[in-house]
């Protein structure tokens, strides 16, 4: 692998990617609410972007020693602020054109300065009633100490004009966690309408209520600003029984981490801007985003208005398990496949649930990653504990941003008698198994399952994954030794069917490539097809630029980042890279390989990221049932053919729509259901 391998810096490519999600707020084909949510999703990423993915460029520019390397991330942070700048500016646009098209549709956001006599009275009770009880302002002038700033809270900086024009300035946390971020107040007289105001602007309409009796005030302004801190978790190497304690120790450090951004109000005087970034000691590679009056922007995910008619019609999941029969009976004969959201998720709680009351079944053994909130998988590995069954899960505790609650999980699982085990040394365990023991015919059979997707309820109703169901007793046995590994590191099983991080995947897939590469240069007919959520890997760019000058012809489907630099004569000219942004999150991996006519289809738990290949224990596994096979086919076809929700990634990732002159818009998502539903 050489280190000059073109590769589109990954910071970057991930801003092309929001920028896509921007798109979404920006079309007005879209349904209204659906555009108010994307806004929030839009803002949502940006602040795990500089949690997380500034956060490493920062520590790299601030902590590398002079030379080409401290001056390269020092220019990518510059290109990332100018990117971020440019994003900001559209997304403020966007925002104000929501707002306008909300009032088409009689659903209004006003401010304090819109209100009639009869809302501001409204306004004036709720804030002394509910508001005004749970502020608590504090001085940043220099005089008292600067409390510790969440990062998930957004705050008020304020400037005070007293009387005989003494100045203060103060800071007050805006109580987002205990009141809603949104406010139904009354309609204007005689009209049919929904009116929202932000608590915010509740609290701008009577702010000088705040300081009643404290300080003699002329005038009182407020200016909003959020942080974003430091994401990363300082763990030791050797992971033991305490590790629970430490990443929880480690989630502390992260709220005291330094800050990387400060998102304000551009209206902010500068004389409080400067104030207010020396008390957070913010220096020279922190970013700052001068925006609009209005931040924290991800709470439109939750936007209230309920109004269906302008919402995406509710998907009518498709039947997954018949409820007159075992689902061993089933896997018995046929393995079973599932595309989520498009197929019930029930099937694997239903199979759970079976799984924990089974007289038959002697163990189950399942990873977590990221749980929902009341899960019915949690609920269900209790209840197999009760009824005697072996239960092992395995819980990941650095899912980045769920550790506490997967802390919280796992201890319920331990106080149920699941034996939890926390991962592998210097490895996060991603991969998505289930191994279920079970007695049958004076032996022991497995059943299994291999996914793309977390086992969470409530996220497979919005993220597109597959999962195969099986009784194959090679699949099953590799299985249960994934879950052998992690409990006993220095075990190195010898899978039979199926490729695993971080030893086996890597080369798997690069021997894989390189068969249509000989293929290619023996003249003979070579074919690649992947999707995936990121593609970055340096070593696997450059097989397939490889791939490339050999003339394997070669489709890739990226949802978020891609480092290879697309449309490039002598270097990409046979890659064809799209992305899809729509009302589904594409979460699934999906490599296929002509493999001389016999083609492979792989799916997996691993994007083509370093990290998921080399330092994660991930799994790749074949599609092995021809029905099964032509789905997956199917579906990849189906979504390169579309050309309404569908970007081309060029070289500059551009984002450009793929225009189609000859017919009407053909959007994927919704033809993968008509083609699911006429097979279930």
Not at 222 to 238: Q, V
Not at 357 to 366: G, L, Y
Not at 395 to 417: C, K, P, T, Y
């Amino acid at each position: 692998m050489s280190d000059n391998t073109p590769l589109y810096p990954k910071e970057l490519s991930w801003l092309s990617f929001n920028e896509r999600v921007l798109q979404e707020v920006e079309d007005e084909s879209v349904p209204i609410i659906e555009r108010v949510r994307f806004l929030g999703i839009f803002s949502n990423n940006l602040d795990e972007f500089y949690r997380v993915r500034v956060a490493d460029v920062r520590r790299l520019a601030t902590f590398t020693k002079g030379g080409k390397k401290k001056e390269r991330f020092s220019a990518l942070l510059g290109s990332i602020n100018e990117k971020v700048l440019r994003l900001q500016r559209r997304s403020f646009s966007a925002y104000s054109k929501v707002l306008a098209d909300l009032d088409q549709h009689n659903i209004h956001l006003v401010n304090e300065k819109q209100l009639t006599h009869r809302q501001r009275v409204f306004v004036e009770d709720y804030f002394h009633r509910e508001v005004l009880p749970e502020l608590e302002p504090f001085f940043i002038d220099g005089r008292h100490i600067m409390p510790l700033l969440n990062e998930a809270s957004i705050y008020f900086a304020i400037y005070l004009q007293l009387e005989g024009n003494a100045e203060r300035f103060a800071a007050m946390e805006i109580p987002t966690d205990v009141l809603p971020r949104f406010v139904v107040i009354p309609p204007r007289e005689g009209k049919r309408e929904k009116v929202y105001i932000v608590v915010d602007n509740i609290i701008r309409a009577c702010l000088a209520d705040v300081f009643r009796n404290v300080l003699p005030i002329e005038k009182a302004e407020a200016y909003m600003f959020k942080i974003s801190r430091d994401a990363e978790l300082e763990l030791g190497e050797h992971i033991t029984q305490n590790i629970v304690d430490r990443v929880a120790k480690s989630l502390k450090k992260r709220k005291k981490a330094d800050p990387v951004r400060l998102a304000h109000d551009a209206a902010m005087p500068e004389v409080l801007l400067k104030l207010v970034k020396k008390r957070l000691n913010m220096g020279r590679y922190d970013s700052y985003t001068p925006g609009g009056r209005y931040h924290n922007s991800k709470d439109f995910m939750n936007f209230p208005a309920d109004s269906a008619r302008h919402r995406y019609k509710p998907l009518k999941t498709l039947a997954t398990l018949p409820d007159n029969e075992s689902v061993f009976d089933q896997l018995s004969r046929r393995d079973l496949f599932f595309y989520y959201p498009y197929h019930d998720f029930r099937a694997i709680t239903n199979l759970l649930i079976s799984a924990a009351i089974d007289p038959q079944v002697k163990e189950i053994r399942i990873n977590l990653y990221r749980v929902a909130k009341n899960s019915r998988v949690v609920a269900a590995l209790v209840n197999a504990v009760r009824n005697n069954k072996k239960v092992i899960a395995v819980v990941e505790l650095q899912a980045r941003f769920d550790e506490l609650a997967n802390i919280h999980w796992s201890n319920e699982l331990r106080d149920a008698g699941v034996h939890v085990i926390y991962g592998v040394p210097g490895l996060k365990v991603h991969c998505k198994l289930i191994s279920i023991v079970r007695e049958e015919g004076g032996g022991e059979r497995f059943y299994s399952h291999f996914g793309t997707g977390n086992f969470n309820e409530s996220t497979a109703r919005v993220y597109c994954d597959f999962s195969l169901l099986t009784s194959d007793q090679g699949l099953g046995r590799d299985a249960y030794d994934v879950f052998e590994f992690i409990q006993y590191p220095h075990l190195r099983p010898e899978y039979r069917h199926i490729a695993v991080s971080p030893y086996t995947n890597r080369p798997a897939l690069l021997e894989a490539i390189d068969r249509e590469i000989q293929a290619a240069e023996a003249g003979k007919p070579a074919a690649l097809f992947f999707k995936c959520n990121n593609l970055v890997d340096s070593e696997v760019i450059e097989r397939l630029y490889r791939a490339n000058a050999a003339g394997v012809k070669t489709r890739i489907i990226v949802r978020s980042m891609c480092s290879l630099v697309c449309e490039t004569p002598g270097l990409s000219d046979n890659i064809r890279v799209i992305s899809l942004v729509d009302k589904y999150l594409e979460h699934a991996r999906v490599y296929i390989f002509h493999n001389g006519g016999e083609e492979k289809i792989w799916l997996s738990s691993a994007d083509l990221m370093t990290r998921n290949l080399d330092h994660r224990v991930e799994v790749t596994f074949p599609v092995q049932d021809e029905q099964h096979r032509k789905t997956v086919r199917k579906i990849m076809e189906l979504q390169w053919s579309d050309n309404k929700k569908a970007r081309v990634l060029d070289a500059e990732q551009s984002n450009t729509r793929i225009a189609d002159n000859t017919s009407r818009g053909y959007r994927s998502q919704d033809a993968i259901y008509r083609y699911l539903k006429r097979l279930n």
